[in-house]
């Protein structure tokens, strides 16, 4: 089982940036394609973001497309999300997961998920 750490959430106002990190306690990561999902109060967990296992292919919804940036660095094992001109509708718990990467259809393989990282965004 894959063990996920994710970092990097904080409080920003609006328009700012922040840069999620998941680090992945795995010796094949470069073998798992890689999502980040969100959760907002009172809503089901969603998919944001994910890449492929080399890095090749990327996927976006499209309420981040343009704003939001995912990579990896297989030798760090570590998968990052890069949010710029972050809205107050971004404000969630960010978790990362390893995915069956077939865009559109991209769910988590499994019900395996680190703790999360807070990310608020003031208006």
């Known amino acids: 089982q894959v063990q996920l750490v994710e970092s990097g959430g904080g409080l920003v106002q609006a328009g700012g940036s922040l840069r999620l990190s998941c680090a992945a306690s795995?010796?094949?990561?470069?073998?798992?394609?890689m999502g980040w999902f969100r959760q907002a109060p009172g809503k089901e967990r969603e998919l944001v973001s994910a890449i492929s296992t080399t890095g090749a292919g990327t996927y976006y919804v499209d309420s981040v497309k343009g704003r939001f940036t995912i990579s990896r660095h297989n030798a760090k094992n570590t998968v990052y999300l890069q949010m710029n001109s972050l809205k107050p509708e971004d404000t969630a718990v960010y978790y990362c997961?390893?995915?069956?990467?077939?865009?559109?259809?991209?769910?988590?393989?499994?019900?395996?998920w680190g703790q999360g990282t807070q990310v608020t965004v003031s208006s």
């Open positions: 997961a390893a995915v069956v990467y077939s865009p559109p259809n991209i769910i988590p393989r499994a019900d395996n």
């Open positions: 795995v010796r094949t990561f470069s073998t798992y394609a």
